[in-house]
Structures are given as structure tokens and as C-alpha cells.
């Protein structure tokens, strides 16, 4: 299987070093204002701003198309201006989306995900009809469209060179992002963090929102030309969420996004070439040999996406699970140590119809493998030894540990007592909850702000620690 | 360059990846699938005029189009068997979505029908290669497509929730992040669906703007069928899904199933999405369901009206929609609809009767202009009441005693413009009148306006220094903002607390004179 993936990837050529490169770049293009979208909660502005750049672009090249027939540019005039009106269209739709929705929310007192929902709907239906009434007409010469965009966009190089156009402009809009993002790095940390806080030290929250918006269109519009509208969506979205799994720190999360977009771009083209012959072939279908490239990206940063959700270090689902299992190991382990505790110190005859961690489980629904993995734990630890009949008690070290334990659990119930006035039967169980998290020094601050008391409220002595 | 950008054009219409390599063919292929199905259905109906499949490919196909008027009266007289059949299909669509978004509205999620609709793509795909794979040439057997798309359309709902539910990624950038994954996953599927030896997917992409244009018998009664369904459904749990709406927490202490009940309003939002994308097509779907509740919003408070009203835009932009696309050569329907629909929104926001714009600017302008009367009523009482020698001024006193100008506008923080507007009000109400220059004088009504008025500024202040120990010199600024609001009812409560029954006005408890509350 992966030498197969090796194998077909060796067919690569300097033309998928090209497309891999665009859309690298337009993937780290897209990152940096995606993660402010992220970071604000405005991630569906993204969608909508894909969507609306629509009739931008329309508007832009009937503008172009326009003024030549009018006579005022040459056609070559016009390829060099109609990059910049594409850009212009965009931030003004983009712009003109936003302040439309906000308008709307407010005037109509809807709800921020519905009135987007109709204002982007219906700039983009606006759009779909201008290029069915009019370019259509224009230029109907679409034979030259291929499946990905991206494919054929590489293939547009700089006249003199062989970089791929799209290089020049995702970079160029990168390098400009890039600019913005550290020149306002700290007006924009703080407009997005507590936009009332910015707004009374005097930088202007909306500005901010606005400006991003309409350098967010304008990332769209350039990214658009290499994978499609909606797919920018996940460009933008997608390695911002993935290191937002990674990080909190804003500043690793903005590098992490960048490599991941850039990851995301190189990997999916390979997966692009690899991918759909190893699975179709299988299933009996030999000429399909790869998929469109844009897609594939998508696809990729999700998958990227689901590893880092299952295995990220602090916030995966994995992580969490095991931080979880040794909670719950020590725990039952600490419940052993005190019952064992107790019984030494009531010296009263310890139960014979059941073992002790048997009892330890029943009493706190503690599942009895967890218990059993618990008990070898104490046992490797040293804590507790098996007495020759099998019965467990403690050692010096796990006499120690329970003490500690016990007298963090009296000392929180006295202390509950003093300050709460709850009744003393329900003292027990939040004593019992929070014993495993009160450490020495805590002790220490409940002791003598109790006075250092000797009983707990149910008359229980308090045992000393042994070096005091 | 041009022809790249006109590739980039339909990049971003969405149709990019999945535009065919001649587009001409993808016309005939097109059409080839209309005749096929009009064959179809002109052996069941055969008063069908053969070779027009119906009113939209009439317009597409013929040269010489009739006039507006005749045209107009073709679509609208329903005459054409497809015209019918366009329409009743479009407009249950629209109906149904409508009723369905209402809920979806209300409970904050608007925007899930956007990821279902786009998730949808790589079902219909994959349902066509496993159909193809099957049995070759039943790739495009519709109840096959729409089951994919509602799996994948689900899936990407549900996927949204658990990615909110179990990670640190909230919801917007989790509906965001699945719906362009699964719509990267169909355009990539999607190209492997043309590249399928034999396989004909040249109609499959009218999933993604709509196949108003090709809908037949057979699919309009698959989706009255399904929509019957939703509709029962929605009826049927209408008090549970409400309270789920409003109130998730009181359902589930209530003991009512949300868990249940959640899934059941996903189910019917994915069948509406899945259904509704063959009339205006997976990107716009969304506006569907959107639209329609959120223009009714505008007109109601009540949520049953609220739902009849959402069905009704939605039915209405459908069907003008289709007619209008009818009408005219070149106009896509899906467009169309939203469009009307829009526009539909556009008017409900202005007239809307109980949270349109008018309206709501209407109520202001009462709420300033009652506000400006009472602020003119108590400065007069203060002004009379310092003039006089008693305490508080008697009626006679109050109706007798001429009011000037130049006194009242030390009164207030207002000036004389605003004073004299204000008056010129009071004089059409019957409060004041006119009895010299800038000489006023309290009428009858006017005099007992402005004591009762004074009385209730009063009796709060009393209150406030005496329950909530706000210092005297404070709490003339607090009266001045409630006594608008102040109802009998509260005034009988503070009559009664205060023990100060008697008809009496109270002694101000601060200096009044020029009083600065604004």
C-alpha cells in the first residue's frame, strides 16, 4: 500500500511542483485572516464572503469588458486592469455584505446567523443571474475550463519566466497579510479578544472588523482563481481550528495555522495523484487517475483537522480520555488508602465477608478493573502490602499518603462547618469530592485558619502530619 | 487571461471542478435527459404538446419568443401539464422549507441548513457510482440520489455537533470547517464521477443550481409524498419542537425527550434541505429555509401565525419565482426564487406590523412624544407652583395662572424651539392654551394632567428614598426616567406603601426650580 503510494507519486513533474506551490501559498494566504475569523467567532462570515465575492467578480469583469468595447482601454489594457478590478469588486461586495448584514441584524433584530443567511443567499442569487444574463453572452468560450481550476491556473506562468502566476499573486497577497498581521498584531488581538476594551483605549473596533472583512474578500477573490469559492471557506477555517487544538498562545496558533494551510496544500495534491487510483482500481474502475486538487485540499485539512481533534496533546479526545483513566486511577487508589486508613485507626474488626477493594468500589461506583489496576499500582508503589492471608494494609509510605488524605478530608469538613453552615450529615460527601485535590499547602491555610483544631464535626480526630 | 477568468466564473458558481470539458455537450446530454423524461411522461398524459417537454425549455429552445402578455397568460393560465407540474412542485418546496426554517430560526441555527445542503454533495455522488456500479444506466434514479444526499446531509449536521459538543472549536468555525471538507469531497468525487466509463453525469450538477427546469410528474409527487410527511410531523409535534425552541432547559426538566426531539428536528430540517435543493440547488437551499420565517417574524409575535406565515413567503417567492423564470429566457430559477424571497424579506423588514422597521420607528416617535409631554406637564405644575404662595398649588390656581416661555425653558435642559414644539403639541391635545405672545395657560384637562403627573414623579421619589435609601438629592433623575412607564396599578401599589392615600400632591423633596434632569 504505501510502497504503491510511493510508486505513484514518483510520476511527480515540475508541473505538480506548480500547482502544490499555488496552492501552498494560497493556503497560507487564506490562514492568516481565517484565524482572526476563528478567533472572533465569525467563521460563517467566511462562507459568506466566498459566496458573495460573487457578483464582485462579475461586476468587475463586465466593468473591464465594458470600457474596452467603449474604446477607452486596449485588450491588453484590460488583463492588467481587470486583476485589480476583480480586487476592488470583491472588497466592495465584501464590505457591502458585512455592513448589510450588521444592518439588517440591527434594524431587523434578527439573529447574526439569519441575517447573514439571507443577505448572502441573496447577493450571491443576484450574482448567479448577472452571469447568466450578461457574460454568458460575452465569452461562451469555456472549452478550455478543466475539472480543477488550480490544474491549469499553474499552467499560466510569467511571461519570461516559468512561476506560476498564481504564485506571484497568493504570494503577494500573503506577504501582505503577513504585513498587516504584525503591524496590527495588537489591535487586532484586542478587537477580537473584548472589542469594548479596545474601543475604550481608542482603536476602533469597527474599523478593525471592517478592514478585516475587506482584506478577507480580497484573499478570497485572489484564492478563488486556483480552488473555487467554496472551498476557500476551509482554506480559511480549517488550519486556524486545527491549531487552535494545539495551542492557546496567538501567536503559535497564527504559525501553526500557516504551516498547517501550507501542509494541507502539498499533502492534498500528493493524496490528489495517489489516493483515487489506489481506492478506484480496486473497485474495477483502472482509467480514473486522480481528482481535482481543490477538493483534495479540503479533504486533507479536514483529516488534518480529525488527527489533531483525536490526538492533539492537551485538548485531543485521546488526551482527555487518559487524563481522565489516571484521574480515576488515583482516585480509587486514594479511597483504598483512606478506608484502610480508617479501619487501623477504629481498630475495629475489619469486614470478612468482602475484600476491602471490593468494598472501595462498591461504595464509590468505582468500576472493580479500574480498582484491581489500582491496587497494583499501590502495591508497585509500595503504599499497601498483601498480608500472607490476603488481606491488604498499609506501609509506613502509604500510611503517610492516607494520613495526608484523612486530614485534608476533616480539615475541609471542619471548614465547611465553620463558614457554611450545612447540616453535618451533608459535610461527608464534598469532603470526600475534594480531598484528592487539597494539598499541603492548602492544609496548612485550613489549619490555622480553623485554629488548628483537633476534631472534625463529627468528633473524629484530625491526624497531625509526622514531621510537624 | 479572459478565458481563464470566464473558467473562474463558474469556479465560483461552484460548478468548477464539475464543468464538463464541452459544454455544448453538456447541453445536448441535457437535453437529452429532459426528452427522455417527457417521453415518459407523455405516454401517460398525452394532450402534452410533444417536442415542448414544457414552458421553460419553450424559452430556452425557441428563436422567436411569443410577447410578455401571451406568455404571461400561458404560465399563469396553467395551461401546459409542465407548467403545472414546475409549479406545484417548486411551490410545496418552498412551503415546506418555510414551515421547517421557522423552527430552526427560532432555536439559533439558522445556518445548519447551509452545511446540510453543501455536506449533501459527495451523497449524491457517491449513491450515483455505487448505483452505476451496480447495475450501468441507473446512476441517476432519483429516491436513489436523495437517500445519499440525506445520509451525507445528515452526517454533516451531526458531524457539526459533535465537533461543538466534544472539542474546544466552536460552532460557527465547526459548521464552517464540515461544510466545505464535504463539499471538497464531492468536487473531488465528483470529477471521478465523469471520468466513469460510461457514465452519463452530465445532469447530476443541476444538483447544485437547481433542476427546476427538468422536474417531471414522477419527482413532484415523490416530493408532495415527502413533504406530506414533513408537514404531519411538524404539525404533530408543533408544542414540543416550541418548547424546544424556547426553552431547552425547561423541556428537559420537564422531562420531555430533547435528545428525541433534536434528532427529529435535524431529520425534518436535512429532508427539507435534501428535497429542496431540486428546486433553487445545494448553495442556495439555505435561503429557503432562512427567508420565509424570518420575513414572518416581522409581522407576528404569535409562533403558530409565525409558521403559517413563514409557509406562505415561502410558497409565494417559489411560486413567483418560477413564473418569473418562466417568463423571461436566461433567468435560473434557484435565483430567481431567492430573489423574491428576498425581496419579499426587503418589504416585511420595512412593513412588518409588529417588528418592522415603520412600524417600530412609529412607536418611537409616540414614546417621544408622550415623553415630551409629560416633561412639559410636570415643568408647568413646578413652574405654577413655585409662583403661587401655598405649598402646592390648588386646580383653580393651576388653570389660572399664566405660563411664559421665557420661565418654562429654565425649567428643563430643552430649548425654545423644542419648548415651543412641544407646546404647540399640548395645544392640539386639549392641554394648554394659547392666551397671548408667549403667554400659555394650563386647560382644565391640562391642569389635571400635569397634578397627577407631578403626584406620581412624587410618590416614586418618596419611594425611592424611603425603600431603596437613594439620597434625596438623587433620586429626581430616577423618577424622571420611570414616570413615563408608571400605570395605575403601580400608582395604587405606591399609594398603598407610602400610606398616602389621599388625592393630595406631595411636597417636592428637593429644589425643583431649573431643575436639571434631562
Redesign the interface.
Known amino acids: 500500500m504505501i510502497q504503491e503510494f510511493f510508486h505513484l507519486l514518483s510520476g511527480w513533474s515540475s508541473l505538480d511542483t506548480a500547482i502544490a506551490g499555488s496552492a501552498a501559498l494560497t493556503a497560507m494566504s487564506c490562514a492568516l485572516p481565517g484565524a482572526w475569523l476563528v478567533l472572533r467567532k465569525h467563521s460563517m462570515m467566511g462562507d459568506a464572503l466566498s459566496h458573495s465575492a460573487l457578483p464582485g467578480v462579475v461586476l468587475a469583469f463586465l466593468v473591464a469588458v465594458g470600457m474596452r468595447q467603449a474604446g477607452w482601454i486596449s485588450s491588453g489594457q484590460q488583463d492588467a486592469l481587470l486583476q485589480m478590478f476583480l480586487f476592488a469588486g470583491a472588497v466592495l461586495v465584501g464590505v457591502g455584505t458585512a455592513w448589510l448584514t450588521e444592518w439588517v441584524q440591527r434594524l431587523g433584530r434578527l439573529e447574526s446567523g439569519a441575517s447573514l443567511g439571507v443577505v448572502f443567499t441573496a447577493v450571491f442569487a443576484l450574482g448567479l443571474l448577472l452571469i447568466r444574463l450578461d457574460v454568458d453572452d460575452v465569452h461562451i468560450d469555456v472549452d478550455c475550463v478543466l475539472f480543477g481550476i488550480i490544474e491549469m491556473a499553474a499552467l499560466d506562468t510569467i511571461p519570461g519566466t516559468s512561476i506560476p502566476e498564481p504564485v506571484l499573486v497568493n504570494g503577494a497577497i500573503f506577504v501582505l497579510n503577513l504585513l498587516l498581521t504584525v503591524l496590527f498584531y495588537k489591535e487586532l488581538t484586542l478587537a477580537a479578544f473584548d472589542p469594548a476594551l479596545a474601543t475604550s483605549l481608542g482603536i476602533p473596533a469597527r474599523g478593525i472588523h471592517y478592514g478585516l472583512m475587506a482584506i478577507t474578500a480580497m484573499t478570497v477573490v485572489a484564492a478563488f482563481t486556483t480552488v473555487g469559492s467554496i472551498l476557500v471557506i476551509g482554506l480559511l477555517i480549517i488550519p486556524s481550528a486545527t491549531a487552535l487544538m494545539f495551542s492557546e498562545r496567538l501567536m503559535v496558533v497564527l504559525g501553526l495555522s500557516v504551516g498547517i494551510a501550507a501542509l494541507s496544500a502539498v499533502l492534498g495534491h500528493a493524496l490528489t495523484l495517489t489516493l483515487p487510483r489506489m481506492i478506484f482500481s480496486r473497485l474495477g474502475y483502472p482509467t480514473i487517475e486522480d481528482a481535482g486538487t481543490a477538493g483534495m485540499m479540503s479533504v486533507t485539512a479536514g483529516m488534518l483537522f480529525v488527527i489533531a481533534l483525536v490526538f492533539a496533546p492537551k485538548h485531543g479526545i485521546v488526551s482527555k480520555l487518559i487524563h481522565r483513566f489516571r484521574l480515576g486511577l488515583k482516585i480509587a487508589g486514594d479511597d483504598l488508602l483512606g478506608l484502610l486508613f480508617r479501619i487501623e485507626e477504629q481498630t475495629a474488626a475489619r469486614p470478612t465477608d468482602v475484600s476491602v477493594p471490593d468494598l472501595v468500589a462498591k461504595q464509590n461506583g468505582i468500576n472493580r478493573w479500574v480498582m484491581s489496576l489500582s491496587v497494583r499500582s499501590l502495591l508497585r508503589g509500595d503504599f499497601i502490602t498483601r498480608q500472607a492471608s490476603g488481606e491488604l494494609s498499609l506501609t509506613d509510605r502509604g500510611r503517610e499518603s492516607a494520613k495526608s488524605l484523612v486530614r485534608a478530608h476533616r480539615l475541609w469538613e471542619a471548614y465547611m462547618a465553620k463558614h457554611f453552615e450545612l447540616p453535618d450529615d451533608h459535610l461527608h460527601e464534598t469532603a470526600h469530592r475534594v480531598e484528592h485535590f487539597i494539598d499541603d499547602a492548602i492544609q496548612d491555610r485550613l489549619q490555622s485558619e480553623l485554629k488548628s483544631p483537633s476534631k472534625d464535626p463529627h468528633g473524629k480526630s484530625i491526624p497531625r502530619r509526622s514531621d510537624t | 487571461?479572459?478565458?481563464?477568468?470566464?473558467?473562474?466564473?463558474?469556479?465560483?458558481?461552484?460548478v468548477?471542478?464539475?464543468?464538463p470539458?464541452?459544454?455544448e455537450a453538456a447541453r445536448r446530454s441535457g437535453v437529452g435527459v429532459r426528452v427522455s423524461s417527457i417521453s415518459l411522461s407523455s405516454l401517460r398524459h398525452p394532450n402534452v404538446e410533444t417536442g415542448h417537454p414544457h414552458i421553460l425549455a419553450i424559452q430556452q429552445n425557441n428563436t422567436v419568443s411569443p410577447s410578455l402578455v401571451s406568455r404571461l397568460s400561458r404560465v399563469l393560465s396553467l395551461r401546459d401539464y409542465n407548467t403545472r407540474v414546475v409549479l406545484l412542485g417548486t411551490t410545496i418546496l418552498g412551503i415546506t422549507a418555510g414551515i421547517v426554517g421557522t423552527f430552526m430560526?427560532l432555536r439559533?441555527?439558522?445556518?445548519v441548513?447551509?452545511v446540510v445542503g453543501?455536506s449533501a454533495l459527495p451523497g449524491i455522488a457517491i449513491a450515483f457510482l455505487v448505483m452505476e456500479?451496480l447495475s450501468p444506466g441507473t446512476g441517476k434514479w432519483l429516491p436513489g440520489l436523495l437517500l445519499g444526499a440525506f445520509a451525507f446531509g445528515l452526517a454533516g449536521a451531526v458531524t457539526v455537533m459533535l465537533?461543538d459538543k466534544?472539542?474546544?472549536?466552536?460552532a460557527?468555525?465547526?459548521?464552517?470547517?464540515t461544510?466545505?471538507?464535504f463539499?471538497?469531497?464531492?468536487?473531488?468525487?465528483?470529477?471521478?464521477v465523469?471520468?466513469?466509463?460510461g457514465g452519463n453525469a452530465a445532469g447530476l450538477k443541476t444538483y447544485l443550481?437547481g433542476k427546476t427546469a427538468s422536474l417531471v410528474a414522477d419527482d413532484v409527487w415523490l416530493f408532495v409524498g415527502i413533504a406530506t410527511v414533513v408537514l404531519v410531523l411538524a404539525m404533530l409535534f408543533m408544542k414540543e419542537l416550541t418548547i424546544l425552541c424556547f426553552d431547552e432547559q425547561f423541556a428537559a426538566a420537564e422531562g420531555w425527550p430533547v435528545f428525541w426531539l433534536d434528532t427529529l428536528l435535524i431529520g425534518l430540517v436535512v429532508t427539507v434541505t435534501i428535497v429542496g435543493m431540486q428546486s433553487v440547488g445545494l448553495?442556495?437551499v439555505?435561503?429557503t429555509?432562512?427567508?420565509p420565517p424570518?420575513s414572518a417574524?416581522?409581522w407576528t409575535d404569535d409562533i403558530r401565525l409565525m409558521t403559517l406565515g413563514a409557509g406562505l413567503v415561502g410558497g409565494m417567492s417559489s411560486f413567483f419565482g418560477t413564473v418569473i423564470s418562466a417568463l423571461f429566457p436566461?433567468?435560473?430559477a434557484?435565483?430567481?426564487i431567492?430573489?423574491t424571497?428576498?425581496s419579499l424579506?426587503a418589504l416585511s423588514?420595512l412593513f412588518g406590523s409588529k417588528?418592522g422597521?415603520l412600524v417600530h420607528a412609529w412607536q418611537q416617535r409616540k414614546l417621544r412624544h408622550d415623553v415630551g409631554r409629560v416633561d412639559l406637564l410636570r415643568a408647568c405644575f413646578e413652574l405654577v407652583e413655585h409662583a403661587v404662595s401655598d405649598p402646592i398649588p390648588t386646580h383653580e390656581e393651576m388653570m389660572d395662572h399664566e405660563i411664559l416661555l421665557g420661565d418654562l425653558v429654565s425649567m428643563r435642559a430643552w430649548d425654545l424651539s423644542t419648548l415651543r414644539r412641544l407646546v404647540a403639541v399640548a395645544e392640539k391635545d386639549g392641554l394648554m392654551q394659547h392666551t397671548g405672545d408667549d403667554n400659555w395657560r394650563l386647560t382644565e384637562t391640562g391642569a389635571e394632567e400635569a397634578r397627577r403627573i407631578a403626584r406620581n414623579h412624587r410618590l416614586w421619589e418618596m419611594y425611592l428614598m424611603q425603600y431603596a435609601h437613594i439620597a434625596p438629592s438623587h433620586v429626581d433623575r430616577d423618577a424622571d426616567l420611570i414616570e413615563h412607564v408608571l400605570d395605575p396599578e403601580l400608582i395604587a401599589e405606591l399609594e398603598y406603601q407610602l400610606d398616602h392615600p389621599e388625592e393630595a400632591v406631595p411636597v417636592s423633596s428637593h429644589a425643583t426650580t431649573g431643575s436639571s434632569s434631562g
Open positions: 487571461m479572459a478565458t481563464r477568468v470566464v473558467g473562474v466564473l463558474l469556479v465560483l458558481m461552484g468548477g471542478s464539475l464543468v470539458r464541452n459544454v430560526l439559533k441555527r439558522a445556518l441548513g447551509d453543501h456500479g465537533i466534544f472539542s474546544r472549536i466552536k460557527d468555525a465547526a459548521m464552517a470547517m461544510l466545505s471538507v463539499y471538497g469531497l464531492g468536487a473531488a468525487l465528483f470529477t471521478i465523469q471520468r466513469v466509463p443550481n448553495i442556495l439555505v435561503a429555509l432562512i427567508i424570518a417574524r416581522f436566461r433567468m435560473a434557484g435565483a430567481v431567492v430573489l424571497g428576498a424579506f423588514l417588528r422597521v
